[in-house]
């Protein structure tokens, strides 16, 4: 319970920051479970805005209570933990994204799919459960990208953010410890998202049905965390992704710029 108040938040806030940053950040409220609130929400896109260019797929839904879904052994928990991360963290997700499709239809229109390197393996913080929801998540969205792209030409890609120092890890860096090294931002991956909306409409196509990291787009594309950090990656990871940039990749690095 003193978990959930110090995360205590809103959407309102959060589209409160949004317009101090310079936007213009407006709060909907979408029960993910229901699609008919889904259908709703895409309307009122339609009807205020008549197009969408980026749709950033990212809503998810930690199942409660911590005790059980970090405390317990996979054969001590309910079916119910996956149920809910599959229905908030993949489901209503491609649910989305094939309501607003008539409305992605600008040039280099594209659909962001955030999602968690933890699709590959398993961990000993999350359970199995949160494992198998992100590779369902993950491959579901890349066979989505190639029909999107095939009839739409609308590109998608999934992005990873590295380790994220949230509030929730920040708050409970004993259970995540040995994890917070080399943390990212919360900003981190919303730079990235940024980068990727500057490309050309010809580079996301070229990225679309690729899973992508927070850091390789923004080592591609000059950019850094809020401190000017650099952070740290697996030089392999990055060959893939340079073949969506016209410029030479340098070494990677860890520096500050």
Same mark, same amino acid.
């Given at each position: 319970?003193?978990?959930? %108040?110090?995360?205590?938040?809103?959407?309102?806030?959060?589209?409160?920051?949004? +317009?101090?940053?310079?936007?213009?950040? %407006?709060?909907? &409220?979408?029960?993910?479970?229901?699609? +008919?609130?889904?259908?709703?929400? %895409?309307?009122?896109?339609?009807?205020? @805005?008549?197009?969408?260019?980026?749709?950033?797929?990212?809503?998810?839904?930690?199942?409660?209570?911590?005790?059980?879904? !970090? =405390?317990?052994?996979?054969?001590?928990?309910?079916?119910?933990?996956?149920?809910?991360?599959? *229905?908030?963290?993949?489901?209503?997700?491609? %649910?989305?994204?094939?309501? *607003?499709?008539?409305?992605?239809?600008?040039?280099?229109?594209?659909?962001?799919?955030?999602?968690? =390197?933890? +699709?590959?393996?398993?961990?000993?913080? !999350?359970? #199995?459960? &949160?494992? #198998?929801?992100?590779? *369902? &998540?993950?491959?579901?969205?890349?066979?989505?990208?190639?029909?999107?792209?095939?009839?739409?030409?609308?590109?998608?890609?999934?992005?990873?953010? /590295?380790?994220?120092?949230?509030?929730?890890?920040?708050?409970?860096?004993?259970?995540?410890?040995?994890?917070?090294?080399?943390?990212?931002?919360?900003?981190?991956?919303?730079?990235?998202?940024?980068?990727?909306?500057?490309?050309? /409409?010809?580079?996301?196509?070229?990225?679309?049905?690729?899973?992508?990291?927070?850091?390789? #787009?923004?080592?591609?594309?000059? /950019? @850094?965390?809020?401190?000017? &950090?650099? @952070?740290?990656?697996?030089?392999?990871?990055?060959?893939?992704?340079?073949?969506?940039?016209? @410029?030479?990749?340098?070494?990677?690095?860890?520096?500050?710029?």
């Amino acid at each position: 319970q003193q978990t959930e %108040v110090l995360l205590a938040g809103s959407v309102d806030q959060t589209a409160s920051l949004a +317009s101090r940053r310079g936007g213009l950040g %407006v709060a909907s &409220y979408v029960d993910h479970t229901l699609d +008919s609130e889904a259908n709703r929400f %895409v309307d009122l896109l339609s009807k205020n @805005h008549g197009r969408l260019d980026i749709l950033v797929n990212n809503a998810f839904l930690m199942p409660k209570p911590d005790s059980l879904f !970090f =405390g317990t052994r996979v054969w001590q928990q309910p079916c119910r933990l996956f149920d809910e991360q599959f *229905c908030i963290g993949a489901r209503n997700h491609v %649910v989305l994204t094939l309501l *607003c499709r008539p409305l992605l239809t600008g040039p280099g229109a594209m659909v962001v799919n955030v999602s968690s =390197g933890g +699709s590959q393996g398993n961990t000993n913080v !999350f359970p #199995v459960s &949160y494992h #198998v929801n992100k590779a *369902c &998540y993950d491959r579901m969205m890349v066979a989505l990208s190639h029909r999107l792209l095939k009839t739409n030409t609308i590109s998608m890609l999934n992005l990873w953010p /590295g380790t994220v120092a949230t509030e929730r890890m920040v708050v409970g860096k004993r259970r995540f410890q040995g994890w917070l090294t080399d943390p990212e931002s919360t900003e981190f991956t919303g730079r990235a998202i940024v980068a990727l909306g500057r490309l050309s /409409g010809e580079a996301r196509l070229r990225m679309s049905g690729r899973t992508i990291t927070s850091a390789e #787009v923004l080592f591609m594309t000059g /950019g @850094h965390d809020v401190d000017g &950090y650099r @952070h740290d990656m697996q030089r392999e990871t990055m060959f893939t992704s340079a073949l969506c940039f016209s @410029h030479k990749v340098a070494p990677v690095t860890r520096v500050l710029v």
